[in-house]
């Protein structure tokens, strides 16, 4: 199997180099984005390739399946696997790309090999190897926040099963093969009436259009539509009535997905950032001599490193338990981490920040961690719901309950 390309950790990365105006250049915010070395098979990705090109050049040098274990799906996630997985996209490739990726790799791939039958398999098949993208559609044309409220409709009878309805702002919308759909096969918010079906992007009645999103368009996010669209029963994914319970487990993957590739995000942009800052001169030294703009600095370089803490405490619980909680966690941390870090360093870029490509663009885009695969209030509402249990876990009752026994009697 060929080698991933590491991504970019040498103290040569933080020399002093002359920087030009925009972050995409290989000395600032875009300074580990770099040719991948010809060994990898990747050298024909560019830094602008698209979702679907990346997800191609990665899985024709047979390395997306680096992100389970021992290389198996169906063993599931493994974490290291997964974080140089991301963190190679994130060197090589825009945030959309790697949005793009991260959601196959963690979300709808794993979901879809909870499933058999020929269709599963082929569509596995095609997409482990980078032949084919594959969408996961939850998100419906209602709040996404409310996701029992969704509308779509499974319609189950003899032999077959009829979707109907939309999603809207999904990734790789406009260049899957196949979407894998979270529909409702009865009314009301019950949590067993809802179930995943895989539709084929090419069966009748299936439309797409781009979502109206410049920051996002290499991601292939759209909008689609199902009008009736009748497919035979092997395309239900999962049990009927588990697509709730099967949603959370693997929507907690891409939560620790986030929390890993926030890190390499983060880092990649401060690194970029303090060498902007050890090359703008001011008065008789540079900004980086200035002890404000060195804590504000830090302050970002804790907050990381805080992210990267919880991502190693966690990882494992979510990896091989789907813990929720724990991925609540992870999530509500990247989601407020990530723009923090992102903004701060945004800031001190000054006016060169708002070039064309330039590190107020990689900002904004950023911003989708507090909101996609779950916006931050409601990872933080899970976590306020889990205070007895988080407070129980950290306490340590050893010495208190010696304590409580009363003190000792003086020899
Ligand atoms: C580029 C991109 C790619 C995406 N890819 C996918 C994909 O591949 N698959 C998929 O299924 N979806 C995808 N999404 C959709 C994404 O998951 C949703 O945008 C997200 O779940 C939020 O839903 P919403 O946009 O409908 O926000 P709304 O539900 O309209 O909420 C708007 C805001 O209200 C606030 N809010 C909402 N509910 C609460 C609450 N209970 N308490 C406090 N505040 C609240 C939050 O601040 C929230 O951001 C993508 C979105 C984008 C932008």
Redesign the pocket.
Known sequence: MPELPPPDTSDAATAHTPTQASPHSDTQAGATKRPAPASTGLDALSADATGAEAWAAFGAAGLLTRAYRGGEIRDGIDPDGLADLLAATDAHCSI?AT?SAS?QLA??LPLLATGTGPAVERTLRRTLTGRATL?????DT??????TALRTEAVLDDGWVTVTGG???????TTAEAFLV?ARHHPGRHFTSFSWVLVPADAPGVSTRP?P?T??AS?G?GHVTFDAVRLDRAHLVGRVGLGLPLFARHIAVERLAGALWGVALCRRILQATRHRLADRAHSDVTLWHLPHIRQRFASCLLRVQELQALADRFAPDVARRHDTRAAAMLKAAAGTTVPYVLGECAHLWGAAGFADGGIQEVRAQAA?F?????????VL?ALADSADQILGKLARPALQSELATGPRTPA
């Open positions: 959309p949005l959601v979300t709808a969408a996961l559609a939850a998100t209602s709040a996404g926040t409310d996701l999603k809207e702002w999904i990734a790789n919308t979270l979502a999103s920051l996002y991601s996010v989708l507090g909101i996609g695969g779950g916006a931050t209030e409601i509402e």
